[in-house]
């Protein structure tokens, strides 16, 4: 047998051990890398051919589903014409669908070469089953009628782009490195200090990165707190921060005369932020109790943080004061941030599992938790403070329903336009940052303010 023909085999195999899972298991990423880790014989280049041909297969699971009762091996070389044209897939793109076109990148583009393709025998069918608006869940529409538009659909579908965060005010210490590595790299025609890497890479192996010069952060991300224009030497709580990327921006927004607050229900997310923290350079705190706000921080041992220098490594940019607490104080703050847990709809490119997976019971219980978290925050924020609340959700429910609900509630607080909008669309409520904008993830961001 061929080395494709073996490839074949083994991609069917997993594909049938995940199919059970793939619209009903929210944590099936899990599954696909102990499926990927349990075969010793495979290297990181096969890990990385059926990463893609897994991932492909979800993307595409409602042009690729029937295919796979239908007709296995046509089922596998319409993942192969779908799957990105890299390193690691070369090999079994060109010897299963070496004949095929080259595949064109528009939905519209796809749908039609495989209707005249897969669907010859009935061309009506096939383009009815082809059709790009049936790659998201049909309910959604209700959602957010503007993600099933051709210039929205499009990028929502695609391969997210790397985008890096600048934490140095010298960026040729950091492009130098990635050109003297081959990679190609590109500012942000919206966003000074955002990068885009252009080539599929570990970025976290770069002295850049170990050097704490840059961080791993979506340009959405970094464009939410961009509209909100933080001024510069507040006392900022960050109520959910998670890994950090949000909280290490607004130490940077906010600079040397800042302090962010951060606060998580999760401890190993907030074990992570104090290792960037760290890596970044940025003054750091950890506290466990009310009484105990101060204590320095214990980085965990073991913890992967590089201390190794470099001739590239540059300054970094000053930042204000982080403090991880696991309780937040009886204060009151000049702003509190509100990036609240949701769907992930605006993600869905990174997670396509999550389309097949989230239902409206779903986005129904993260609006009821949403409006919670706004109700518990809010009383966080001084009077004339700013009270930012953030998803990376497209559904109306979790953005602006949540929003209308709780300023119908808290006649105190007042919604504000954000400063500044980047060319997103702006209603009563708030901003919508939409993938086809600015080859984004989907956000969504309000800003308040009370009275």
Not at 352 to 379: N, S
Not at 417 to 428: K, L, M, Q
Request: net charge neutral.
């Amino acid at each position: 047998m061929s080395l494709a023909g073996s490839q074949q085999n083994t991609l069917l195999a997993m594909l049938a051990r995940l199919r059970p899972h793939w619209r009903h298991d929210r944590t099936l990423p899990g599954r696909v890398q102990a499926l990927l880790a349990s075969d010793r014989r495979f290297g990181s280049r096969d890990r990385r051919l059926y990463r893609e041909l897994i991932y492909t297969t979800l993307r595409y699971l409602p042009w690729i589903e029937p295919e796979l009762e239908r007709d296995a091996e046509q089922a596998v070389r319409l993942i192969a014409w779908l799957a990105a044209d890299a390193p690691a897939t070369a090999h079994f793109r060109h010897e299963l669908i070496g004949e095929w076109p080259p595949c064109p990148a528009p939905l519209a583009e796809k749908a039609a070469m495989l209707a005249q393709r897969v669907g010859a025998a009935d061309t009506a069918a096939g383009a009815g089953r082809f059709a790009p608006e049936a790659l998201l869940p049909r309910w959604f529409h209700e959602h957010c009628a503007d993600a099933f538009a051709p210039v929205q659909l499009d990028p929502l579908l695609a391969r997210a782009p790397l985008w890096l965060r600048l934490q140095t005010d010298e960026p040729r210490s950091v492009t130098a490195e990635f050109e003297q590595l081959g990679w190609t790299a590109c500012s942000s025609a919206v966003l000074p200090g955002a990068l885009q890497l252009l080539d599929e890479v570990d970025v976290t192996r770069t002295d850049a990165f170990q050097n704490g010069l840059i961080e791993v952060q979506d340009l959405g991300s970094q464009l939410l707190l961009a509209a909100a224009q933080v001024a510069a030497g507040g006392h900022w709580l960050d109520a959910c921060a998670g890994a950090g990327g949000k909280t290490l921006q607004l130490a940077a927004l906010l600079g040397p005369g800042g302090t962010v607050d951060a606060h998580d229900v999760r401890r190993a997310a907030l074990d992570e932020l104090a290792l960037r923290a760290r890596r970044a350079g940025i003054p750091l705190t950890r506290s466990s109790s009310r009484s105990d706000v101060g204590r320095d921080i214990p980085i965990p041992a073991g913890a992967p943080v590089s201390d190794r220098s470099s001739p590239r490594a540059a300054p970094k940019r000053p930042a204000a004061t982080v403090r991880i607490l696991s309780t937040i104080p009886e204060t009151l703050y000049d702003g509190v941030l509100v990036d609240a847990p949701c769907s992930g709809s605006g993600t869905w490119r990174r997670a396509p599992h999550l389309k097949w997976t989230t239902t409206p019971a779903h986005i129904d219980q993260a609006a009821g938790r949403q409006r919670e978290l706004l109700e518990q925050f809010a009383q966080r924020v001084r009077p004339g403070g700013r009270l930012i609340y953030a998803t990376c959700s497209l559904s109306r429910r979790e953005n602006q329903d949540v929003v209308a609900g709780f300023l119908a509630s808290r006649p105190e607080f007042a919604a504000e336009p954000p400063p500044a909008t980047f060319g997103a669309p702006v209603d009563a409520f708030g901003l919508t940052l939409l993938p086809g904008l600015h080859n984004t993830d989907g956000f969504f961001v309000a800003c308040m303010r009370r009275n």
